[in-house]
T-cell receptor, first 115, second 110 residues
Framework: NAGVMQNPRHLVRRRGQEARLRCSPMKGHSHVYWYRQLPEEGLKFMVYLQKENIIDESGMPKERFSAEFPKEGPSILRIQQVVRGDSAAYFC?????????????FGPGTRLTVT | GENVEQHPSTLSVQEGDSAVIKCTYSDSASNYFPWYKQELGKRPQLIIDIRSNVGEKKDQRIAVTLNKTAKHFSLHITETQPEDSAVYFCAARVNNDMRFGAGTRLTVKP
């Protein structure tokens, strides 16, 4: 059973470009969470999705950021018109479908650098 | 929303000593409290967790305690080893939301 997969692992974008980050949850997981981690800081919640639904996006900036988790394929975090302040590690986590299960398992992260 | 505070931000101990990291949370509805270990450049790894209906849980050298009345929980590592050196994060979950503490950088000196 493969773990949570994220790609790319490293992404370099110039200011103004778009960044697309992908996350494939563990098999049997349909809950996906995205977090942002700045250097030397903690994990900041961004968005929680289930298949085809955004459940909670309270941590995501209102502009330039969007997330989706389609019926087929990975979850995508999209950042439009990137700025230097978007440089960070972006982690996704997934949790099982069974009721009452809260554990979240993290992917390896995507390190975004905006030049 | 939930607010999680974690102390200390850095902790240095001698190999073999114990380490204690403490967290407080604000939302009394929080019902799940995991601890993650993150080594440099790697993903956070779940090391232990506790639910609100339990006061203490132990797994070898690691233990977690929960005081629901005071809304705080702690991670205890005994007989520390250099490979325990990492950043440790606590978290609290209420409904669908997981909120993390700012992290504690633990250094175990050989």
């Amino acid at each position: 059973n493969a773990g949570v997969m994220q790609n790319p692992r490293h992404l370099v974008r110039r200011r103004g470009q778009e960044a697309r980050l992908r996350c494939s949850p563990m098999k049997g997981h349909s809950h996906v969470y995205w977090y942002r981690q700045l250097p030397e800081e903690g994990l900041k919640f961004m968005v929680y999705l289930q298949k085809e639904n955004i459940i909670d996006e309270s941590g995501m900036p209102k502009e330039r950021f969007s997330a989706e988790f389609p019926k087929e394929g990975p979850s995508i975090l999209r950042i439009q018109q990137v700025v230097r302040g978007d440089s960070a590690a972006y982690f996704c986590a997934s949790s099982p479908d069974r009721g009452g299960s809260f554990e979240q398992y993290f992917g390896p992260g995507t390190r975004l650098t905006v030049t | 929303g939930e607010n999680v505070e974690q102390h200390p931000s850095t902790l240095s101990v001698q190999e073999g000593d114990s380490a204690v990291i403490k967290c407080t949370y604000s939302d009394s509805a929080s019902n799940y409290f995991p601890w993650y270990k993150q080594e440099l450049g790697k993903r956070p790894q779940l090391i232990i967790d506790i639910r609100s209906n339990v006061g203490e849980k132990k797994d070898q050298r690691i233990a977690v305690t929960l005081n629901k009345t005071a809304k705080h929980f702690s991670l205890h590592i005994t007989e520390t080893q250099p490979e325990d050196s990492a950043v440790y994060f606590c978290a609290a979950r209420v409904n669908n939301d997981m909120r993390f503490g700012a992290g504690t950088r633990l250094t175990v000196k050989p």
